[in-house]
């Protein structure tokens, strides 16, 4: 089975939607049929500009309603939506619900040490934010400026973010992971004069000299005029008294009163660098109300967000998933939203599910990298908590291995719940490809069916000819504009075209690989740049890693392409063993070769299989096949940008093992 002439295997069992949804213990979900779903999204596509307007007024509050739907197109990259609208985001995420319930909780904030949440109702934080956007303001900063924000999980990370949003200001948040040269970058590329960040860090009771980090950035961005500084651990840290301003004081001189600044829908609300897994990372900008709709409707169909909900999202404000089901999409519903500050195993490996079990979590949204990683661990951790609270969980940000989509739905999901695999990018501003709990029969590994408006068209990577129907592979493309697609690359529109418009003329090119089944259904199969090419036969390293994982003894895998005389390229295959492995490596290597060509077939059979202590990741988790395909290649001089790696030290051995080998 290669990429061109995939079958449904028997892994592909059909999950339908999950009983307990429609029993009247749960709220009935939004879309409670396929046959809703097919509606709506018919609709969708055939007439944009009437279903766009009902989800933009249904959803939003707009302070100057919009006449024009959209214009522009793929062709010329001018796209534009509800141009002569006026909104404010801060407005419709916090004020509403203030207004409506002050006492609601916005966010539960759970603190790296556990057994001290907090609770941030909704008047709290209008109050919060509206002091912030004063400081700001006191600042000299005006609508259309840019402010970096380099924070921990905390709760003021989401303040910063919205303060901006409330004065039209341009934020541009870095994970606080990155490096003082990464981050001078972001800041420098961005233009900001003001960074707001905090003391340190704290993740898994490791302290992050985040204020430190931030005065080494800054001495090479000269714009810099201000650093605004939250005090999350009150160590003592360096403090310049001619730019450096404590948070606490200043915001206690603001009144907690700002009014909402109403700016245009096609206003810039944020630009954001990609995680860096392909190269150099992209400053991605998204405008104000596209944006928001689509972070909300994506938050209420696809995790099936009700009134009450309380709504987690392990990811990181740094990466969009942490913008738009952290921040945006949740409170513009005016749910609650956790926001966790530690990491999954701190203080032992049952953190992410105690948290489900105290804090009553209706909705989880975590990455492969940490399911494949708890399950690595052992089912202890998870079997001892109570997660009867759950309806919906939710993946993001690589392809999910059925094998690991299966240990989420009976283990975490007790075979209860919906698991929503969700594809989508920074570049695409919310959820593209997923399932409707209420609607879509799930296939484990694979994202299901495009959401409203979603055009996708699957192209011929070398032709670019539409390859029609079903059954077919080729390159992941959307037809259409959509309201919550990127506008254009910070400083760069050349760029942009270049990226994503020109590849396939009309289209926007998503860069990924994609196969649509029989029955329609899409499985993501890994980048473009990552397929992988035996004797004319092109392998999707998604599905070679999905026949690794299978062995009972496989924690995690990554295969890429090594130069090969005979059959242009061979497959090279790196794993992680789960913990408590008694078989020799022999025997593993030995048994994984049988399983790849049982469920692949010979073509799919690794040449080279490496057994290594961790893979190269970015600092959102995703595998880095980039620098792999480097080192087999024997170009481990040549391996471009390292500085989204997670964890440079590992290169060194990756090296030594593979140069043992090679
Ligand atoms: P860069 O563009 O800088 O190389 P990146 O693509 O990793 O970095 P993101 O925007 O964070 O940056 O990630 C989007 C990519 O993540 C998608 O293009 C896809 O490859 C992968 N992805 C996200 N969600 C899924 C999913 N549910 N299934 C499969 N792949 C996914
Ligand atoms: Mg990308």
């Known amino acids: 089975m290669t990429i061109e002439n995939m079958n449904v295997s028997e892994e592909n069992t059909v999950y339908p939607p999950n009983p307990a949804l429609f029993n009247g213990t749960a709220p009935k979900p939004w879309i409670s049929s396929l046959e809703q779903y097919r509606e709506m999204y018919k609709e969708s596509i055939e007439q944009p500009d009437a279903f766009w307007t009902r989800m933009a007024l249904d959803n939003l509050s707009w302070s100057r309603p919009f006449t024009k739907v959209r ?47 907090q609770k941030w109702t909704y008047r709290r934080l209008l109050q919060e934010v509206c002091r912030v ?21 905390i709760p003021e990370a989401a303040v910063s973010m919205l303060a901006c949003a409330r004065l039209g200001l341009v934020h541009t948040v870095v994970f606080a992971g990155f490096s003082a ?90 630009l954001l660098y990609t995680s860096g897994s392909t190269g150099k990372p992209k400053g991605v900008l998204h405008t104000t109300g596209g944006y928001l709709l ?53 203080p ?50 690589e392809p999910i291995n059925p094998e690991a989509w299966l240990w989420y739905y009976n283990k975490v999901g007790r075979g209860n ?20 709990p209420g609607a879509t029969p799930a296939k484990p590994g694979s994202a299901t069916l495009p959401f409203f408006g979603i055009d996708v068209a699957v192209l011929d990577p070398l032709t670019g000819k539409e390859l029609e129907g079903n059954g077919v592979t080729g390159v992941l493309a959307i037809r259409k504009p959509w309201p919550s697609m990127l506008r254009t690359v910070g400083g760069d529109h050349k760029r942009f075209l270049d990226t994503y418009l020109k590849p396939y003329p009309g289209h926007y090119f998503a860069g990924d690989g994609v ?19 035996v004797s004319g036969h092109r392998l999707s390293t998604a599905e070679v890693e999905s026949a690794l994982i299978l062995s009972p003894s496989v924690a995690e895998s990554a295969v890429v392409g090594s130069p090969d005389e005979v059959t242009g390229q061979a497959i090279c295959a790196f794993i992680t063993l789960k913990d408590g492995v008694s078989a020799t490596e022999e025997e593993v290597k030995k048994e994984l070769v049988a399983a790849v060509r049982k469920q ?42 390292v500085s989204t790696l997670s964890d440079p030290s590992i290169l060194k051995v990756l090296i030594e093992k593979v140069n043992a080998v090679v």
């Open 181 to 270: 040269s990464s981050l001078a970058e972001r800041v420098q590329d961005a233009g900001s004069r003001v960074i707001i960040t905090a003391d340190e860090g704290l993740r898994g009771s490791k302290i992050i000299k985040t204020k430190a980090i931030v005065d080494e950035a800054v001495q090479s961005c000269p714009k810099v005029e201000r650093v605004l500084v939250f005090r999350r651990t009150g160590n003592e840290v360096a403090f310049n008294k001619d730019r450096d301003v404590w948070w606490h004081e200043a915001t206690d001189k603001q009144r907690p009163y700002c009014p909402p600044v109403p700016v245009s829908a096609e206003d810039p609300l944020f």
């Open 294 to 346: 689509g972070a909300t409707i994506t938050a209420k169909y696809v995790f099936d967000i009700h009134a009450g909900d309380v709504f987690c999202c392990t990811a990181d404000i740094g990466w969009i998933t942490g913008h738009s089901y952290v921040v945006y999409g949740p409170l513009s519903l005016g749910a609650t939203s956790v926001i966790f500050e530690s990491v999954p195993t701190y």
């Open 515 to 533: 196969t649509r089944d029989e029955e329609g259904y899409y499985w993501i199969r890994g980048r473009v740049d990552d397929v992988i090419n």
């Open 600 to 641: 692949i077939g010979p073509i799919a059979t690794p040449k080279i299989l490496i057994i290594v202590d961790d893979l190269p990741k970015t600092r959102s988790g995703k595998i880095i096949r980039r620098i792999l395909r480097k080192v087999v290649a024997g170009e481990a001089d040549q391996l471009g940008d």
């Open 71 to 117: 214009q522009g197109s793929l062709d010329e990259g001018d796209v534009a939506w509800f141009v002569d609208g006026e909104l404010n985001i801060s407005y419709n995420c916090v004020d509403r619900w203030a207004e409506a319930d002050p006492e609601r909780v916005a966010f539960v904030y759970e603190a790296d040490e556990p057994g001290n949440a």
């Open 348 to 397: 032992d490996p049952s953190r992410y599910w105690k948290l489900v079990e105290e804090h009553k979590i209706t909705q989880f949204y975590t990455a492969p990298t940490a399911i494949r990683a708890l399950r690595r661990l052992g089912d202890s951790w998870v079997d001892k908590c109570d997660l009867s609270s759950l309806r919906v969980i939710g993946s993001v940000g």
């Open 133 to 153: 956007s004063n400081v700001l303001t006191s600042f000299g900063l005006r609508k259309g400026d840019t402010v970096a924000i380099y924070m921990p999980m």
């Open 417 to 436: 719940c919906s698991v929503v695999d969700t594809y989508w990018q920074t570049e695409t501003g919310s959820h593209v490809i997923a399932p409707l």
